[in-house]
Each structure stands twice: as structure tokens, then as C-alpha cells.
């Protein structure tokens, strides 16, 4: 059950939120690094 609702956020993360591994991670704004953890986390646990 709970790995079935990781995969489903991170379906709604790839889906909805933008892609910030492009950018410099380092100059990314306090928001956008809390994005970035957000989906890292996401991630790992839905694997």
C-alpha cells in the first residue's frame, strides 16, 4: 500500500512539477531546493 501511493505521487510529481535538474543546483532559490528534496524523497521511496 505505501509503495503503491509513492508511485503514484511521483506520477504526480513528473506530471505537475517542473524539472529542476537543469539548473545549478546550488543557485536554486529556498523554494526551489524544497522541491527538489520533495521529489528525491518521492523517488526513493517509491522504488
Known amino acids: 500500500m505505501r509503495r503503491a501511493t509513492f508511485r503514484l505521487l511521483a506520477r504526480l510529481n513528473k506530471a505537475l512539477l517542473p524539472k529542476l535538474w537543469d539548473k ?24
Open 24 to 47: 545549478d543546483l546550488t543557485r536554486l532559490s529556498r523554494a526551489q531546493k524544497l522541491l527538489v528534496a520533495w521529489r528525491y524523497w518521492v523517488t526513493r521511496n517509491a522504488l
